[in-house]
């Protein structure tokens, strides 16, 4: 299993941008499946962004789709949610997680499980 470590939240108004950082510690990076997810206040955890090991495969929520990007560098063991154009409604603690090689879309489907970092966006 890899390790996670996610970073980068905060408080933001409407409009603005923000990228969040996953660090992955553990062997063979480049074949793990990394996904990003949120869970607001009351709600259940969802998806967000996934990449596959390469890059060429991503899928994105319909909420946040032509507003997110996911990307991965292996070198560096890291994957980023680059957030434009950040809604209220896109408020949560967002969660990084990582499986191996088949993406998934399902919370459940994934074992390695960051801490969390919070995102805030004001109206």
């Known amino acids: 299993q890899v390790q996670v470590v996610e970073s980068g939240g905060g408080l933001v108004q409407a409009g603005g941008s923000l990228r969040l950082s996953c660090a992955a510690s553990g062997r063979a990076f480049s074949i793990y499946v990394m996904g990003w997810f949120r869970q607001a206040p009351g709600k259940e955890r969802e998806f967000v962004a996934v990449?596959?090991?390469?890059?060429?495969?991503?899928y994105y929520a319909d909420s946040v789709k032509g507003r997110f990007t996911i990307s991965r560098d292996n070198a560096k063991n890291t994957v980023y949610l680059q957030m434009n154009s950040l809604k209220p409604e896109d408020t949560a603690v967002y969660y990084c997680a990582g499986r191996r090689l088949i993406v998934s879309l399902s919370p459940a489907a994934y074992d390695s499980w960051g801490q969390g970092t919070q995102v805030t966006v004001s109206s």
């Open positions: 990449t596959g090991g390469s890059n060429s495969t991503t």
